[in-house]
């Protein structure tokens, strides 16, 4: 009895190690996500549904959304690469230094 005991108690601390160290990767893989602004590229991959080559206010998502207008500098309800490239970039919240 005491060695299926001791089985089961180190089978659930391999399970719990496991299980954290997963846990710990997948939250770095959303914090290096974060760090950086996702390039063009990637937004095309990810939101341009008729795959223009560009991001109609109705394809877009996210923080982008809100600035829409302030990213689409000619005015024609797109936003292409050169236009996101020479977008403001956003101020970002939080961080080390944010109490100074």
């Not at 939250?27 to 990810?46: H, I, M, T, V, Y």
């Not at 939101?47 to 080559?53: A, Q, S, T």
């Amino acid at each position: 009895m005491k060695h299926s005991t001791l089985k089961l108690a180190i089978s659930a601390g391999v399970i719990g190690i496991l299980t954290s160290c997963n846990l710990k990767a997948q939250q770095r893989e959303r914090n290096a996500d974060g760090r950086e602004p996702p390039s063009f590229e990637k937004l095309l991959e990810k939101m341009d549904k008729n795959k223009d080559g560009k991001l109609s206010k109705a394809e877009i998502k996210g923080p982008l959304k809100n600035d829409f207008n302030k990213v689409d500098l000619n005015e024609d309800g797109y936003i292409n690469e050169e236009e996101f490239k020479k977008a403001p970039k956003p101020k970002r919240q939080g961080g080390p230094n944010r109490n100074q």
